[in-house]
């Protein structure tokens, strides 16, 4: 067998990071300079590029808080290596995004035009009343950033106090947080979208937004979740901590959530076509003007079909050649859903190209203030649970049930390097 085919990620030198730190204070410059520049030409339209790069972000943050939530709640054991950035990650919703939002919270009355109206005379802002009216907006911002700060900075610290205890009640707690946390997620992560982005045109009435919010998030997270695995691998950061597994597993979620993105879309798209009602039919009418139509073509070929047909393969998902461009082809289509669902109110004839220096201006300050952020939280900490009970398991050293994918058969197992400190025959 072939040193590729045993190790298909082999040993490579450590990335030049040191070099990265003058691109990422390079893009902050950019991003100041430039989103001045456009604040003093319109207003109106650096509103809606910030907003745009803060639903980004927001997206990637609300991803990896669902990926923490959903380790605690079904007791993961493969994702342990993964958990500590991905804490670091959801801790940016607030306070950091919630100072990020200012901003907006100062434009929203040029920004949503139902802000402006009266509800007497208007029959769909009256019907959302009085979650569609000032101070619900606000209220509305509280409880989300209120709650994610809450449920992040518990998580957060109780798996940094496993770090120095182990105790068990580490993480008893965590599970707690998790149990009521999920609720509180879907809430607020609805919320959200409604309130931030499908607000925008607040004629429009959609159940399922929510859902396909969420459902572009996590896939958007977990490609960025997979870069920086790969680049902490790369670096032998967590490499003693890693096994195949991780990869794998990775790579399965990111196809499961194509799929499921590509579900709710459709499913959107159907009823509201099938129902053929005025209200809820022009949203999508308006999408198919103009260059968005196009852009509407780029979403159903690059967001579905091209990962889709990728990690259909197994061997792919755990190939760094291919999972790490397809991360990031995965952040660009992420940026095309969320500009087809922001930007057709202010731009309705095409995508606006002569603004997408403005928008690269607020994905550049944030994410660079973000990324920084994030950085002196990972350096200041380890870079994975060290005292986690189920950190062995995710080694490769010990499974409880032995699979194909864990190490094996049943009656396999005892063939395989990590099954010396299993009994014969598994159990």
């Known amino acids: 067998m072939s040193d590729e085919a045993e190790n298909p990620n082999p040993p490579r030198p450590p990335l030049p990071l040191h070099r990265w730190q003058k691109i990422l204070n390079g893009l902050i410059v950019f991003g100041v300079l430039f989103s001045a520049v456009g604040w003093w030409q319109d207003r ?58 200012i901003p907006l919270a100062v434009l929203a009355p040029r920004l949503y035009p139902w802000m402006t109206r009266d ?125 195949q597994h991780q990869y794998y597993f990775l ?59 990728l990690l259909l393969r197994i061997d792919v998902k755990v190939r760094f050649w291919v999972m790490f461009p397809l991360g990031l082809w995965g952040l660009l289509m992420h940026y095309f859903d969320l500009s087809f669902n922001i930007m057709p109110l202010q731009h309705p004839t095409g995508f606006p190209l002569r603004w997408v220096w403005l928008d690269f201006a607020c994905l550049a300050l944030l994410g660079g203030l973000l990324t920084k952020l994030f950085l002196h939280r990972f350096h200041a900490h380890a870079p994975y649970p060290l005292k986690d009970p189920r950190l062995i398991e995710a080694m490769g050293l010990f499974h409880p049930v032995p699979t194909q994918i864990s190490g094996g058969e049943l009656d396999q197992i005892d063939d395989l390097p990590d099954a010396a400190i299993r009994p014969k025959g598994g159990h």
């Open 44 to 101: 109106i339209q650096f509103g809606y590029s910030y907003l745009l790069a803060f639903m980004f972000y927001l997206s990637l943050g609300l991803g990896a808080l669902f990926l923490v939530l959903v380790h605690h709640l079904f007791d993961a054991g493969w994702s342990v290596p993964l958990r500590r950035f991905c804490e670091h990650i959801a801790s940016l919703l607030s306070p950091a995004l919630a100072l990020c939002f």
């Open 119 to 243: 509800p007497a005379s208007d029959h769909a802002l009256h019907a959302k009343h009085p979650l569609f009216t000032w101070p619900g907006f606000y209220l509305v911002a509280g409880v989300c950033f209120g709650a994610w700060w809450l449920l992040t900075s518990r998580l957060r610290h109780w798996s940094l106090q496993q770090d120095e205890s182990g105790a068990a009640q580490c993480t008893h707690r965590m599970r707690f947080h998790a149990s009521w946390g999920i609720f509180a997620f879907a809430v607020t992560l609805t919320l959200a979208a409604i309130m931030w982005m499908k607000a925008l045109a607040h004629e429009w009435f959609s159940t399922m937004y929510g859902v396909y919010y969420f459902a572009g998030s996590v896939w958007a997270s977990l490609g960025v979740v997979f870069i920086i695995m790969m680049v902490l691998n790369r670096q032998r950061v967590i490499t003693h901590v890693l096994h």
């Open 251 to 309: 790579g399965t979620l990111m196809l499961a959530f194509t799929v499921f993105y590509a579900y709710i879309h459709f499913s959107q798209y159907f009823v509201i076509w099938n129902g053929n009602l005025p209200e809820e039919t022009f949203w999508y009418i308006v999408r198919e003007q103009g260059s968005w139509w196009w852009i509407g073509m780029i979403i159903i070929f690059g967001h579905f079909f091209l990962p889709f047909l």
